[in-house]
């Protein structure tokens, strides 16, 4: 597996690492820790480019090689501190000068990244590098999967609640795959949510095609009791409901009330379904739910 952690140093950031270690991930894993400072790196004198060597041009090129220097060292730390507790991964560092979402788009393209791990929310100051609309961004631009981390974190090894959100889509199917090849602690439970939103209740018919007739909450549970023999062979403790009402506020709430670890959501739904994971839900599930979010996308 190969994971993509922008990091910047920030409260949420370190929240990030220590998320770590309750996702799921495998014993091995090729890492890269991402350091951005948002900066414009100024051309080299011998680089052809026309700018004024003036001394405010030069003073601002240092600032930001200073930048770039500043995000390599909390990249290196992070790097340490990543290699202290997961001894099987390869962990390497980067820093670079740029609009820091596109910096973490490009490298994730690169490097054909399984998952990129951000903050929600980052520092104010030089490189801002997870702050708001940044972690967003990553999300809805991302080729790969992306886990937006938060705290409270407990210890590593005590038992992880997971929530998935489910429409019968290919989308929600990935993310299901997604938990069962995790390796969580013993005691762990996951809940699987299906949301049936009123504004859609035709979709069933749609996607049976001439059978007018389709029983929506059946099919519905249908698709969910899939999911759901599909953890509980993972040794997961599975519950699931059916619940009336918009997917994004059906989520967020049942999470709260639940008191879940994670959301796991696809990343697109049924076209004329629910809409559970579609794009904007997905979005909002990651900017108002108060535990991490992992919106999963099929690789290759």
């Known amino acids: 597996m190969r994971i993509l952690i922008a990091y910047d140093g920030s409260t949420c950031?370190?929240?990030?690492?220590?998320?770590?270690?309750?996702?799921?991930?495998?014993q091995n894993a090729d890492v890269i820790v991402l350091s951005v400072a948002d900066v414009w790196l100024w051309p080299d004198s011998n680089q052809n480019v026309a700018i004024p060597e003036t001394a405010n041009v030069e003073r601002a090129r240092q600032l930001a090689l200073h930048a770039v220097e500043e995000a390599q060292a909390l990249a290196a730390k992070a790097c340490q501190r990543i290699k202290a507790s997961f001894s099987g991964w390869t962990v390497n560092s980067e820093a670079c000068g740029e609009s820091p979402a596109w910096a973490i788009i490009r490298k994730?393209?690169?490097?054909?990244?399984?998952?990129i791990v951000v903050g929600s929310?980052?520092?104010?100051?030089?490189?801002?590098?997870?702050?708001?609309?940044?972690?967003?961004?990553?999300?809805?631009?991302?080729?790969?999967?992306?886990?937006?981390?938060?705290?409270?974190?407990?210890?590593?090894?005590?038992?992880?609640?997971?929530?998935?959100?489910?429409?019968?889509?290919?989308?929600?199917?990935?993310?299901?795959h997604a938990v069962a090849e995790r390796v969580w602690p013993a005691g762990s439970e996951a809940r699987v949510i299906a949301a049936l939103d009123p504004v859609m209740a035709t979709a069933t018919a749609w996607m049976?095609?001439?059978?007018?007739?389709?029983?929506?909450?059946?099919?519905?549970?249908?698709?969910?009791?899939?999911?759901?023999?599909?953890?509980?062979?993972?040794?997961?403790?599975?519950?699931?409901?059916?619940?009336?009402?918009?997917?994004?506020?059906?989520?967020?709430?049942?999470?709260?009330?639940?008191?879940?670890?994670?959301?796991f959501v696809g990343s697109r739904g049924l076209r004329r379904f629910e809409r559970l994971l579609l794009g904007?839900?997905?979005?909002?599930?990651?900017a108002r739910a108060h535990c991490s979010v992992e919106v999963v996308r099929a690789v290759g």
């Open 121 to 176: 929310h980052g520092r104010s100051a030089v490189s801002r590098l997870i702050l708001g609309s940044v972690s967003q961004q990553v999300v809805n631009e991302a080729s790969c999967s992306v886990r937006v981390a938060r705290g409270p974190v407990l210890p590593n090894h005590s038992p992880v609640r997971i929530l998935l959100g489910v429409d019968g889509s290919p989308g929600a199917e990935t993310a299901a």
């Open 280 to 286: 904007s839900v997905a979005t909002a599930v990651v």
């Open 108 to 115: 994730a393209d690169e490097w054909k990244s399984d998952l």
């Open 208 to 263: 049976k095609g001439d059978d007018q007739d389709a029983d929506e909450r059946a099919w519905v549970r249908q698709k969910v009791e899939a999911e759901v023999e599909r953890l509980s062979l993972r040794k997961l403790a599975v519950s699931f409901a059916l619940k009336e009402g918009d997917p994004k506020r059906v989520l967020i709430e049942e999470a709260d009330q639940w008191k879940a670890d994670c959301i």
């Open 13 to 26: 950031a370190d929240a990030a690492l220590v998320d770590l270690g309750r996702a799921g991930l495998p």
